[in-house]
């Protein structure tokens, strides 16, 4: 059936390509042909998928469309992070121009750089605890194997492992009865889970901790992307395009799992990094 008004929020998360579920060319062609109007909230810094990205210059045309009748609206301020404008952009830079600045003085916003995940999850878990500022979880990049159609051969759950320590990935442990239809940051047993790009997206945390896996680095003064260390197929796998070509996105898409991670927190992001000269990098930054 025909549609008059189709809000879409998270749009950068419609396919641009064929699935096994979606037998179309183009989520948004798709929802355009059969509305009389389409709002769409975008962020290409949030697209998580090479299924995601558009390959030719057609949501460019769209968007000047949009410009040319007064309809396109560019949003500039990141509501969800309670900090100063100078926090913002620590953060900002640290995401879009790989730069690990010195951590400005902020009242309202808490930036911490923990000595390992073990001491990041008992602050988070310690952040969770006082349920009047809301809800605290940790995260990771999907730097570790997970499967939702199966079970790991040598343990239980699947894991985020450093060294001695491990957690189970989101998804792993039993709900409880009264969690069975809340979102994954609201069941209560996710305390004790690692979120990722796929259950935080969208949402806001009062304290967010962020497990900076080996896929990011840091070197001669600059953080990059090791797409060999990612264990997210559709990120790093390529993309072929209509004409043939294979094309590989993996290094923007890592950059934009980074991006999600770091700013879903709305008075604390709490960090430990992998990676050794990117650890003592955002050491000295907080020093």
């Known amino acids: 059936t025909d549609a008059g008004i189709v809000v879409v929020d998270e749009g950068h998360l419609l396919l641009t390509a064929k699935n096994q579920a979606y037998l179309g060319g183009n989520h948004l062609n798709d929802l355009l042909a059969k509305s009389k109007v389409v709002v769409l909230v975008y962020d290409e810094n949030q697209i998580m998928n090479k299924s995601q990205i558009w390959t030719d210059d057609a949501f460019l045309k769209l968007e000047h469309e949009a410009n040319l009748k007064g309809n396109l609206i560019t949003l500039h301020n990141q509501m969800r992070i309670h900090a100063t404008k100078e926090t913002v952009e620590w953060i900002r830079n640290l995401i879009d121009a790989g730069v690990v600045n010195e951590v400005p003085i902020d009242n309202d916003y808490d930036i911490r750089v923990f000595d390992s ?166 050491k000295k930054a907080t020093r």
Request: glycine letters at 6%.
């Open 117 to 282: 995940p073990e001491e990041l999850q008992s602050a988070i878990m310690e952040k969770n605890d006082n349920q009047s500022l809301g809800i605290s979880r940790l995260t990771a990049t999907y730097d570790w194997e997970y499967s939702s159609q199966s079970k790991p051969k040598d343990s239980d759950y699947w894991c985020v492992r450093i060294g001695d320590w491990s957690c189970p990935w989101n998804r792993q442990l039993a709900k409880e009865k009264e969690s069975k239809h809340l979102s994954w940051i609201e069941q209560s047993q996710t305390i004790h889970e690692i979120g990722s790009t796929f259950t935080v997206q969208g949402f806001d945390l009062n304290y967010v901790g962020v497990i900076i896996g080996p896929s990011v680095k840091y070197r001669d003064g600059k953080i990059i992307f090791d797409i060999s260390e990612s264990k997210n197929k559709s990120a790093v796998q390529n993309r072929k395009l209509e004409s043939g070509e294979m094309i590989n996105y993996g290094e923007t898409l890592l950059r934009n799992e980074l991006n999600v991670l770091l700013t879903r927190g709305v008075n604390g992001l709490y960090v430990y990094a992998v990676d050794e000269e990117l650890q003592q990098a955002l």
